[in-house]
């Protein structure tokens, strides 16, 4: 009898124990939860956001001459155009290409140079020549046609 008793204490008590574990522990978790989402989010843009800013900083660093169009490309255009980042024409997209390249060279070397809608200027690498965002240019259409 006095077993019996005092096992059922004991459950009692790891009930009571569990519900106040789970009254202090389970809001606690899931805040934490929400906050590791909201750091994962911030990550997610960060890294998409990355690539754009690390480039220019290649492409404004280099002390060395000029880039050619796949250096460029590589460099700074394949952040927006290799993923179609903010509606820009995927290279060897050809659809998408299409209707630009017959604006003809010229209009597109000079929406490239001088930003033309989401398009900024020399890709946002502003120490790029017109001569090396030209050759990306080139680069982009010649393998997108
Ligand atoms: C920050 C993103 C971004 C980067 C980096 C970027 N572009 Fe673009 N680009 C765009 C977007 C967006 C468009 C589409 C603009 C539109 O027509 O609405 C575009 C369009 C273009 C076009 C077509 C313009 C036209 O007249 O149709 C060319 C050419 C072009 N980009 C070249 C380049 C080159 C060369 C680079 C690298 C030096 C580059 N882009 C880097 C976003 C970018």
């Keep these: 009898m006095a077993d019996k ?15 106040i574990l789970m009254a202090v522990v389970v809001p ?22 990355a690539p754009v800013a690390k480039i220019e900083l290649q492409a404004g660093g280099g002390a060395g001459g000029v880039k050619d169009g796949k250096t460029v490309y590589n460099t700074v255009c394949a ?8 509606g820009a024409p995927k290279m ?3 659809g998408a290409w299409g209707g630009r390249i017959g604006q003809g060279m010229a209009t597109l070397n000079a929406h490239a140079i001088n930003g033309f809608k989401g ?7 502003a120490s790029l020549s ?15 046609k």
Aim: some cysteine.
């Design 28 to 49: 606690f978790s899931m805040s934490g939860k929400g906050k590791s989402d909201a750091i994962s989010n911030a990550d997610d843009v960060e890294s998409r956001i």
């Design 5 to 19: 008793n005092s096992s059922s204490k004991i459950m009692y008590l790891s009930i009571a124990l569990a519900v």
């Design 92 to 94: 060897g997209d050809k």
């Design 119 to 125: 398009m900024p200027a020399r890709g946002g690498a």
């Design 130 to 144: 017109d001569d090396e965002v030209k050759a990306a240019v080139q680069y982009m259409v010649d393998g997108s």
């Design 79 to 86: 952040g927006c155009h290799g993923a179609g980042v903010m």
